[in-house]
């Protein structure tokens, strides 16, 4: 079983920058990853995603030139640089993987993924 822990979290200016953390420390191979967050009052939403190999990444549109997706795999790590952050950014972070390495594109957008973490808390502050 995979487990995913976030970190980096916090409460930030607009206009700066924060790096959020995944680790997966569980004991399944897992191939593609990728980050979501939730709004207070509004649904859960696909920021990023990437593969095992980390050379396919997407970006939903909102986020595009400002999030940087990156995962190091000797260290089990999944890596959101967050740049410019914007208070619409605020949200709880989520990272998610999947253990089915032919995971489709829309599946990982639709959030169907197989492993999920707690979530880590990024506030921006006008």
């Known amino acids: 079983q995979a487990q995913l822990v976030e970190s980096g979290g916090g409460l930030v200016q607009a206009g700066t920058s924060l790096t959020l953390e995944c680790l997966d420390s569980?004991?399944?191979?897992?191939?593609?990853m990728g980050w979501f967050r939730q709004a207070p009052g509004k649904e859960r939403e696909f920021v990023a995603s990437i593969n095992l190999s980390g050379g396919s990444t997407y970006y939903a549109d909102s986020v595009k030139g400002r999030l940087l997706i990156s995962r190091d795999n000797v260290k089990n790590t999944m890596y959101l640089q967050m740049n410019s952050l914007k208070p619409e950014d605020t949200a709880v972070y989520y990272c998610?993987?999947?253990?089915?390495?032919?995971?489709?594109?829309?599946?990982?957008?639709?959030?169907?993924?197989?492993?999920w973490g707690q979530g880590t808390q990024v506030t921006v502050s006008s």
């Open positions: 998610a993987a999947s253990r089915d390495p032919f995971k489709n594109i829309f599946d990982i957008q639709a959030g169907r993924l197989d492993y």
């Open positions: 569980g004991r399944d191979m897992t191939y593609a």
